[in-house]
Every structure is written in structure tokens, then in C-alpha cells.
């Protein structure tokens, strides 16, 4: 079992930049959290999204619930978890963006599903949780000759 | 996010700096307009966006889809490494003309050549 770490923030996009620093923040602070600074920019990126779905779909009308990202990671992976109230969706019934078609929406969830290497649906008493895992690469051994 | 524009009669230069995200893309949708409306090219120098998420390509691709309704070129240029990462990720940079530098953008631009 990893370290689990958490924030509850209302569902604006002026927050949006509350939750890059958090995970930043832990990045930074935390010694099990080193990560390369194109992976830490790219789980920013993954958490934006997440959350941009939360305040354009799941509480659109409601600004004022609290999101919560619950981050967890261990020596074998990153699991990043973002509950809502609303519905839920199922982020593999959303297509592929066509970008040859100059499709302008469509986007986040395609990155989401591209850079995590599990992004699941979960449906729970009182919303939705969307949980994304990226497998970390284990660190290299030093390799002593003689 | 802050913005710097240079244009002359036929090509504008604009340099978004800061984040291609929500604020930011929408800045950058509005002067992109304008810029189009007054009949120039565009060459969009992103070498001062430290971050892109999906809302800064929508607008990307808007300024796009802005441009080819004008019947104007638009070239990218000076692409840091997470925004190039970002745009092969989603096949986009098979739709943008992408230029080391301005200078080559605005040269490309000039020539006919991109857009």
C-alpha cells in the first residue's frame, strides 16, 4: 500500500491551478513522489482534465460542491482519483478526437486515456470516481562489473 | 496569460506567454480573431506557454479553422518540448504548419509556402 494524499476543492476553474500545485507540491516535498519533470507535467496535465470534466459536466450547475483528488503511489504505480456527485460517464465510450477533421472539443479525455495506463469508471453511493493508474518504471540498478 | 503581438501589413506575429488554458486559450481565440479579421496571416511564436491542456488546442484548432474561412495562413513556431509532445499525441501536428523559429515561420508564410 502507497501514501495516500487528498484535497477537496470547489469546482471552478479558477482552482485549476490549486490542484497543479498540489501535485507539484508533492513532487517536490515528498520523497517517494520523485518523478521526471515531463512526467510531473504530464499528471498536471492529466489531473486538469479530469477535473475540467468535473466542472463542465458533473457539476456544472452546482460550482460550489467540493471535488476531491485523492492521489496514491507506491514503488509500482501512480493512482490518481477524482470523485464527483454527479452521473459518472464511461471514458471508453468517448471517441477519438479526429484531428484531420479539425475537430476542436474532444481532447481531454484522449490525453487522459493516452498518458494513464488504466483510466476506470467508478461508481459509487454518493457519485462517481474517476481512477486513472500509470505503472511506474522501476528505477535502474546500478550494475557493478567484477 | 500574457500576450505580445507584432504585425505588419501582411503577417501578424503574436507571442502568448503563460498557460493555453482556459483564460489564456480564450485570449488567445480573441486576438487570433481579430488579427484574421484584419486580413493578416498569423504566425504564433509558443516559445513563452509553459503549459497547454485540451482548451489550448481547441483554440488552436479554432484559430485554424478561423484562418481557412479568411482564406489566411497560419504557422506555429518555437514549440517548447510538452507542447510538441501534446500536438503528436493528438495527431494535430499533421494539421499545423511547425516552424523552428519565427523567422522561418514568417519567411514560410511569405513564400506561400505554409497554412
Known sequence: MGDHFEIAVPSRA?????????????CEECPGFRLEEREVTEIQLVLQEAC????RHAHAERPDLPMRIRITIDRGTIVLEVHDRGRGFDPDAV????????????YGVFIMKSTMDSVEAVHT??????RMTKLRVPARREVTSG | MKQRTEADREVAVLHPEGRLAGEGAAALRKEAREVLGSGRHVVLDLAGVKFTDSEGLSA??????????NSKAVA?????????????LTRLHRVFDIYENEALAVSAIRAGSAG
Open chain 2, 60 to 69: 488552436l484548432v479554432s484559430l485554424y479553422r478561423t484562418a481557412m474561412e
Open chain 1, 95 to 106: 471517441p477519438e478526437p479526429e484531428a484531420a477533421a479539425l475537430q476542436e472539443g474532444g
Open chain 1, 14 to 26: 479558477s482552482h485549476l491551478g490549486v490542484v497543479r500545485a498540489f501535485f507539484r507540491a508533492l
Open chain 2, 76 to 88: 506555429l513556431c518555437s514549440l517548447p518540448r510538452n507542447l510538441r509532445s501534446l500536438l503528436e
Open chain 1, 125 to 130: 453511493g454518493d457519485g462517481f470516481v474517476l
Open chain 1, 52 to 55: 475540467i470534466n468535473v466542472i
